[in-house]
């Protein structure tokens, strides 16, 4: 845990607020802010307490400000206060202030921005749940790196997190790939048998027909050779009735594609803590359990639904089924809970998975879907509120589609047809660390273009490098520093009790101020669950690195290494490997390698 200099203020602020107005009650005091002024000329930080209080006080804000001011400008590491607009109120801090997040982040390193504002709530963060019916492939990627990000970032700001994968194991997908793998088994034996007239045995036909599948067809022959199999009148090996094979052949091939998921993950960077299972859920009764819960509560009757709108379905009839009362919670529609078969929906089997997690402690729940999922938000949500009383919140975030370029044009893909770009395909191409920088450098619900030919240019507009080469650096200088060996020894410990009163240019003292945003920055990217904030930030303090830098070569007295100026060289020394450390601690809650050396 690391001590952030806005939280410092923002108690100051809150204790001048308490005094000058003591009635407004603590829930509206917990909206004030302290947040960095956005031209540094203005100020090192700027709070809306004045604006935020106006109406509770029954006060001008431009009054409240004025009070604010005359109070603040006695707090000790304050060096100006002044009122600015409508009644935000701009603060100007000391040097030495900033100047001493320093030696902070030299003496903690990497767990620099760490806090308990978390204050171990427990959380599941369920992530990429991607049907095991194929190899990742890009869709799952945006997903897999969201989650993994933000699960990274909610434990750094103090949260109990359980990083999640659901595996959809127990529907007529994974029948298909049964099917699929089982056509791949007949193959390998040698049958005779034409795809086409396999595939007019197969329910719904055979809609797995990527070469993927291959080796789960090898791998049953190497298993069961041909036992699975019937043969006709000249030994050449048949389907047997689906009954004999069809849940061996289901649970061999899930365990096959899952085994290659988590191959896939592995190589992204991506661990999962816990893997529950759809059919796990269902054979243990807790999908029954929740339907249980329901009824009792009233919430649930047997009703005909409305048709869709638009266009109807050649499909669709008139049919009664069990309903869940989800307009009662929000939802725009009741729900269907159970076909007109008696069987589970997926919604409801999806009921019983939330409430399983809210069984094994989970306090909040965050769901990372694909953009395709959207409909389905108001019901999952209503669903966990009706089951909890609203005690456990469900919280969605929704991925857009990456759309993959090569030289500018678009790289197609078909989950069905085999012929999609694969996970491991763009790890192979241009590197885990790229894949994951790269897509958190869009809010996840905005449209992004994943351009091949960018992510692996050494140029500026390239995020990924752009950052990455600030670290290399800052390491280049501190392996300068230890082998001119003039300036003493370069390690953390000893540069954080360097003197660092020669710190005063502004290109200095803006790169210190972004350091000392770090741990609001974590704190506030936690909350709004919004790990692209990260790759910005990280951006944004490679750019204030590099134009130190740059000024370096325009002006020798702002280079790092200062012949016949120890002291001066060892704060900047200080500096620079402050300024690696809090790059390498965001990009480890980016799930990024930082590199020392750029070739």
């Not at 070469?211 to 019937?230: M, R, S, T, W």
């Not at 994943?450 to 990455?468: E, G, S």
């Not at 502004?506 to 506030?524: H, I, K």
Request: charged share 25%; net charge negative.
């Amino acid at each position: 845990m690391s001590e952030c200099v806005f939280q410092r203020y923002r108690h100051h602020v809150l204790a001048v607020v308490r005094e000058l107005l003591p009635d407004v009650a603590e829930e509206t005091l917990a909206r004030v802010e302290l947040t960095p002024t956005r031209d540094p000329a203005h100020g090192d930080m700027a709070t809306n307490a004045a604006l935020l209080l106006a109406k509770a006080a029954r006060r001008k804000p431009a009054d409240i400000a004025a009070d604010l001011v005359s109070a603040l400008q006695k707090v000790e590491g304050i060096a100006a206060v002044a009122a600015a607009g409508p009644g935000f109120v701009n603060i100007t801090l000391q040097p030495a202030v900033l100047r001493a997040v320093l030696p902070v982040v030299l003496t903690v390193g990497e767990a620099y921005g760490q806090s308990t504002a978390g204050k171990g709530v427990r959380v599941n963060v369920e992530y990429v749940s991607a049907n095991p019916t194929g190899p990742m492939h890009v869709g799952h990627c945006r997903g897999a790196v969201v989650g993994d990000a933000l699960a990274n970032l909610m434990a750094k700001a103090g949260f109990d997190v359980t990083k999640e994968f659901y595996i959809n194991d127990a529907g007529n997908q994974v029948k298909a790939l049964a099917w699929a793998a089982y056509w791949r088994y007949l193959q390998v034996l040698g049958t005779r048998m034409t795809q086409d007239d396999f595939s007019a045995l197969a329910p719904g036909g055979l809609q797995y027909q990527g070469e993927y599948l291959i080796p789960v067809g090898e791998a049953l022959a190497a298993e069961f050779g041909n036992k699975l199999a019937e043969v006709d009148v000249d030994g050449a090996p048949l389907p047997a009735p689906a009954a004999t094979w069809l849940e061996t052949v289901r649970g061999f091939a899930v365990t096959h594609m899952l085994s290659a998921i988590k191959e896939d993950l592995a190589a992204l960077g991506v661990h999962h803590d816990v893997f529950s299972s759809e059919a796990d859920v269902l054979a243990r009764g807790v999908t029954d359990t929740a339907i249980d819960q329901l009824a009792k509560a009233d919430l649930l009757y047997n009703g005909v639904l409305e048709p869709p709108k638009g266009k109807l379905p050649e499909d669709w009839e008139e049919r009664e089924q069990l309903l869940f009362r989800s307009t009662s919670f929000g939802d725009d529609v009741d729900r269907p809970l159970r076909k007109s078969d008696g069987t589970n929906t997926y919604f409801a089997n999806d009921i019983g998975y939330h409430m399983d997690k809210v069984a094994r402690g989970a306090q909040v729940m965050i769901d990372v879907w694909g953009a395709d999922h959207g409909g389905y938000v108001k019901r999952m949500k209503a669903a966990v509120k009706a089951l909890t009383g609203d005690t456990v919140p469900l919280e969605v975030l929704l991925c857009q589609i990456v759309h993959i370029l090569r030289d500018g044009q678009p790289v197609k893909m078909s989950k069905r047809a085999g012929t999609f770009v694969t996970l491991r395909d763009l790890i192979d191409e241009v590197g885990r660390d790229a894949v994951r920088f790269t897509m958190l450098t869009r809010k996840s619900d905005a449209q992004m273009e994943f351009d091949l030919d960018l992510v692996v240019a050494q140029q500026r507009d390239n995020p990924v490098f752009y950052v990455q080469y600030a670290h290399a650096r800052c390491r280049s200088v501190l392996r300068s520093a230890a082998e001119e060996g003039a300036y003493g020894a370069v390690d953390n410990a000893v540069l954080a009790t360097a003197t660092l009163d020669s710190l005063t240019s502004d290109a200095e003292m803006a790169l210190v101020r972004r350091l000392a945003e770090w741990p609001r920055m974590v704190e506030a990217a936690a909350f709004a669950r919004e790990p692209h904030r990260i790759a910005f930030y990280l951006a944004e303090l490679a750019g204030d690195f590099h134009a130190l830098w740059n000024r370096g070569r325009d002006d020798a007295s702002l280079r790092f290494l200062q012949a016949g100026a120890v002291e001066a060289t060892r704060a900047r020394l200080a500096l620079v490997a402050a300024t690696a450390a809090v790059i390498r601690s965001g990009l480890a809650v980016m799930g990024v390698d930082p590199v020392e050396e750029m070739r």
